[in-house]
């Protein structure tokens, strides 16, 4: 743990590496569960405008039961999003923040607190002025790997659901595309790749 990414994976290729590996394995998993669950509400959503749209129309044969049907699919999918996915998720992720901090905190005791002694006479090193000793190095390590740890897996999993929810969306687009008048020549990708382009143009 010398070096910054070394530091980083030092917990995953450790004795507690299965504790590791499943706990972030499951993070992935529910991360990429919430962003498909993201495409289904944009699908209830639709439907639901629709049964909106088409509440009067004489071909509407139960205009009530599919309005009904379409607000209470979507009701079901944003609480199975945000108390099912979201909700587990944010459990396995503070526990895997909790243990890979409780490990990293081991190592630097055990450093720190060696047969030398290190850590004694650095917290009590009658020193004054700029060269004396800081006080409570522990503490000040500890805060350090709680901040780190804490980043480190709020940007992992914020990378990861963007990846997810890019593939997500973008096959769905692909599935429901069509053909666009006047982009004849990109075929059934039409309106995909208008979709891909308003993407590009409006996300920076």
Same mark, same amino acid.
């Given at each position: ?11 995953? !290729? /450790? ?5 590791? =590996?499943?706990?972030? @394995? ?5 991360? %990429? *569960? ?57 459990? !396995? /992720? ?5 243990? =890979?901090?409780?490990? @990293? ?5 055990? %450093? *720190? ?69 006047? @982009? ?21």
């Amino acid at each position: 743990m010398r070096r910054f990414w070394g530091l980083m994976r030092a917990y995953w !290729f /450790s004795e507690r590496w299965r504790e590791a =590996w499943s706990l972030t @394995l499951m993070v992935v998993l529910l991360t %990429a *569960l919430a962003s498909k669950a993201s495409v289904w509400m944009a699908e209830a959503s639709g439907d639901l405008v629709n049964a909106i749209a088409s509440y009067h129309r004489p071909d509407n044969e139960a205009p009530f039961a599919y309005l009904l049907t379409s607000a209470g699919t979507l009701f079901l999918l944003v609480l199975l999003k945000d108390a099912g996915f979201t909700g587990v998720r944010h459990l !396995f /992720s503070t526990t895997l923040h909790r243990k =890979w901090r409780a490990w @990293l905190d081991r190592q630097f005791n055990d %450093a *720190l607190l060696d047969a030398n002694h290190t850590h004694f006479h650095v917290q009590h090193d009658p020193g004054e002025g700029p060269a004396a000793a800081p006080d409570n190095v522990d503490q000040r390590v500890q805060e350090a790997i709680k901040g780190m740890t804490g980043g480190a897996i709020g940007l992992a999993m914020g990378i990861i659901g963007v990846i997810t929810a890019v593939f997500f969306v973008g096959q769905k687009l692909l599935e429901t595309s069509t053909v666009v008048d006047g @982009l004849e020549f990109l075929g059934t990708y039409g309106s995909a790749v208008l979709a891909f382009a308003a993407v590009v143009a409006y996300v920076p």
